[in-house]
């Protein structure tokens, strides 16, 4: 995963709350392998 990637869902996660971001982060995950 790109560091800018890492980066805007870093800023989504903490605007979301952490539920959203851990739920964004999985798909990030998910579609980056």
Same mark, same amino acid.
């Given at each position: 995963?790109? =560091?800018?990637? @890492?980066?805007?869902?870093?800023?989504?996660?903490?605007?979301?709350?952490?539920?959203?971001? =851990?739920?964004?982060?999985? =798909?990030?995950?998910?579609? @980056?392998?």
């Amino acid at each position: 995963m790109s =560091t800018a990637l @890492s980066t805007m869902a870093g800023k989504l996660a903490s605007r979301l709350g952490m539920d959203a971001g =851990t739920d964004l982060m999985n =798909t990030l995950k998910k579609y @980056s392998i």
